[in-house]
């Protein structure tokens, strides 16, 4: 199979591209480098795979039709998994209108050259912020998501609706997935536990928001990507539009993650309380039913082995 992945040297994408590769399946990566973090890692997250023969690298943006074009001509491509997205919270507050124009401008543009080669499935990456805040108990797919309290949340269930509707118009197969806190090695520089662990190490002051009651539902990597593929499976043989959940079902507080830094590194942490930030959300929790009933998703890594398997990676990188 021919899979056009978009975004495909960032963190999740790469680990898919190997794991696609791997599985015998012709891959094409986009990936347009942008300075949101260094290039030259999202480089480095390809170098075990850029000069295989089953891989290729288009370096381009997904806003640009033609960047596009060089992505499906002549490459026969059967199935596009867009992960390419501006991605933080915090960040779009900053910059809303590159995050729409990103996130759900882009999002359109590739639906639109799936059409143009007669592509006819998809899987898109969702984010669990779409849920905002809720006021308790685990996030399933039919609650309602239309109160986002980020440019980010709000561009992200944005994209799932132009997946609708021009899953309708083109009679596509789309399937959304929801990824809950994903982690583990090559995670960006800017996410708590990558961002922790190096202030850990330095000796320098941690921010911590708000009282450390805040809670994830962190994801270990491995397990987000058997989700991935689990999903082409279904896609392959499903017809028309789904929403999965892929995370762990379990939350882990802020102070319970930092308190397994500290353990696993034999480090100290020193605290510097800020307040909570605007955007964040209280927690996260997924509910994982209808993703083990249908995609047979079975997450198996525990946070704290999850932990471990990070750590081993930082300290080599």
């Known amino acids: 199979?021919?899979?056009?992945?978009?975004?495909?040297?960032?963190?999740?994408?790469?680990?898919?591209?190997?794991?696609?590769?791997?599985?015998?399946?012709?891959?094409?990566?986009?990936?347009?480098?942008?300075?949101?973090?260094?290039?030259?890692?999202?480089?480095?997250?390809?170098?075990?795979?850029?000069?295989?023969?089953?891989?290729?690298?288009?370096?381009?943006?997904?806003?640009?039709?033609?960047?596009?074009?060089?992505?499906?001509?002549?490459?026969?491509?059967?199935?596009?998994?867009?992960?390419?997205?501006?991605?933080?919270?915090?960040p779009s507050i900053e910059n809303p209108l590159l995050y729409a124009d990103v996130n759900i401008s882009g999002t359109l543009q590739v639906l639109l050259a799936c059409q143009k080669y007669g592509v006819k499935r998809m899987l898109f990456a969702s984010s669990s912020s779409v849920y905002g805040n809720k006021d308790g108990g685990s996030f399933r797919e039919t609650d309602p998501v239309d109160q986002p309290v980020s440019p980010y949340a709000a561009t992200k269930r944005a994209g799932e609706l132009v997946c609708y509707n021009q899953s309708r118009l083109m009679d596509m197969s789309i399937v959304c997935l929801r990824f809950f806190t994903v982690f583990g090695p090559r995670q960006r520089p800017d996410l708590a536990i990558h961002k922790f662990t190096r202030l850990l190490c330095e000796g320098s002051p941690i921010p911590v928001y708000g009282d450390g009651s805040t809670s994830r539902d962190y994801t270990y990597i491995d397990d987000t990507i058997d989700g991935v593929l689990k999903a082409i499976d279904y896609i392959g043989s499903h017809h028309g539009f789904e929403i999965f959940n892929l995370g762990e079902s379990r939350t882990v507080s802020l102070a319970e993650m930092l308190a397994g830094l500290e353990k696993a590194t034999g480090k100290k942490a020193l605290i510097d309380r800020q307040p909570l930030q605007p955007g964040d959300v209280a927690y996260t929790c997924a509910d994982i039913t209808k993703s083990r009933e249908v995609l047979a998703y079975n997450p198996v890594w525990t946070f704290e082995d999850g932990l471990s398997r990070f750590l081993d990676w930082y300290y080599k990188n």
Do not use: W
């Open 1 to 90: 199979m021919n899979i056009l992945v978009t975004g495909g040297a960032g963190f999740i994408g790469s680990h898919l591209c190997e794991r696609l590769i791997a599985k015998g399946e012709r891959v094409v990566c986009l990936d347009n480098f942008h300075p949101f973090y260094s290039p030259g890692i999202k480089r480095q997250n390809l170098s075990a795979i850029l000069s295989h023969p089953s891989f290729r690298l288009v370096e381009g943006d997904i806003r640009n039709p033609g960047d596009l074009d060089k992505c499906f001509a002549d490459s026969g491509i059967d199935l596009v998994i867009h992960l390419a997205a501006m991605a933080g919270v915090r």
